[in-house]
């Protein structure tokens, strides 16, 4: 059977909002056409989505399923569509995504060069789209740092980078050549904690020390400004805490912490030439970058 998208797009609306009445607001459609269309949708799945009554609506298991698998097919499909537009118009582009701390530029002057008719762009991602970008054809290939969700994605390890703890310039740690993660489990963590595994799963971590809501942040410099400001500290790849330098803080390594992975990820369906081209531009520039570091901690 076919899928028919957008009666999945429909379903994602109602989904996400629980509600018909706000999802057909939305969609900018009536409500019993969404109604409707639901119900059309679920006859062709043979397979009940929601449980709806005059109070709620609540997603059955093979809902949440096709929630599941419908954000990363829907995304294709636009990524699909944006290449496609691309190269019915104009000169064709490449675009590569890349996150703080990571310089491409070797990378993005090497692929110029063998293609000149080829424009060339890149875009800085965050933690939240560094996979994203490439899902929804934003861009063709992304500089990610694991862990990231790798559904509708292929990825090709490049290299791996030491992570350092980024705290006050006061902080009673600042000074220490290197830390264990046990001297930071009742350090107040900034980012989301499924960004550091390592310091969530602690054993011994104790759970709301602080009760204010953890910040919204969308880039370093954000997380630089509440660290300084003495709100918590920040895990950061050394080559991002190396960049991102500032007088008020200092970055230190952490000695039983992992490192950081970096891959080159794009969207599994993306069979272009140049993908797979620039792939291996990006593993070779790995391997002849020297990427020891120079400084354990300022």
């Known amino acids: 059977m076919d899928v028919d998208l957008r009666k999945l797009r429909y379903f994602v609306a109602v989904a996400e909002e629980l509600h018909f009445g706000r999802a057909a607001a939305r969609l900018h459609i009536a409500q019993p056409v969404l109604s409707r269309q639901i119900r059309a949708f679920e006859h062709e799945l043979r397979a009940e989505l929601f449980v709806r009554d005059r109070r709620s609506t609540v997603l059955t298991e093979a809902g949440r399923q096709l929630l599941a698998d419908a954000r990363p097919l829907l995304a294709s499909a636009e990524a699909l569509h944006r290449r496609v537009q691309r190269a019915a118009h104009g000169r064709p582009t490449f675009t590569i995504a890349f996150m703080p701390g990571i310089i491409v530029t070797a990378e993005a002057r090497a692929i110029a060069h063998?293609?000149?008719?080829?424009?060339?762009?890149?875009?800085?991602?965050?933690?939240?789209?560094?996979?994203?970008?490439?899902?929804?054809?934003?861009?063709?290939?992304?500089?990610?740092?694991?862990?990231?969700?790798?559904?509708?994605?292929?990825?090709?390890?490049?290299?791996?980078?030491?992570?350092?703890?980024?705290?006050?310039?006061?902080?009673?740690?600042?000074?220490?050549?290197?830390?264990?993660?046990?001297?930071?489990?009742?350090?107040?963590?900034?980012?989301?904690?499924?960004?550091?595994?390592?310091?969530?799963?602690?054993?011994?971590?104790?759970?709301?020390?602080?009760?204010?809501?953890?910040?919204?942040?969308?880039?370093?410099?954000?997380?630089?400004?509440?660290?300084?400001?003495?709100?918590?500290?920040?895990?950061?790849?050394?080559?991002?805490?190396?960049?991102?330098?500032?007088?008020?803080?200092?970055?230190?390594?952490?000695?039983?912490?992992?490192?950081?992975?970096?891959?080159?990820?794009?969207?599994?369906?993306?069979?272009?030439?140049?993908?797979?081209?620039?792939?291996?531009?990006a593993a070779r520039q790995a391997q002849a970058v020297d990427r020891t570091p120079r400084a354990t901690h300022e």
């Not at 952490?254 to 272009?272: I, K, P, Y």
């Open 114 to 281: 063998l293609h000149p008719h080829l424009s060339v762009g890149v875009v800085r991602t965050s933690w939240n789209d560094q996979a994203e970008v490439v899902r929804e054809g934003r861009a063709d290939v992304s500089y990610v740092r694991l862990p990231v969700d790798q559904r509708g994605l292929s990825l090709r390890p490049l290299f791996t980078e030491p992570r350092v703890v980024v705290l006050p310039q006061e902080h009673r740690l600042a000074g220490k050549e290197s830390v264990d993660l046990a001297e930071l489990v009742e350090e107040r963590l900034l980012q989301d904690p499924d960004a550091v595994p390592e310091w969530r799963d602690l054993p011994n971590r104790p759970t709301d020390l602080d009760p204010r809501p953890r910040p919204e942040l969308n880039s370093v410099e954000e997380k630089l400004e509440h660290v300084a400001a003495y709100a918590g500290m920040v895990i950061l790849p050394l080559s991002t805490a190396t960049f991102y330098t500032r007088p008020d803080v200092v970055h230190v390594p952490v000695d039983d912490l992992g490192h950081n992975q970096v891959c080159l990820a794009w969207a599994e369906d993306n069979r272009s030439p140049l993908v797979r081209e620039f792939v291996e531009i």
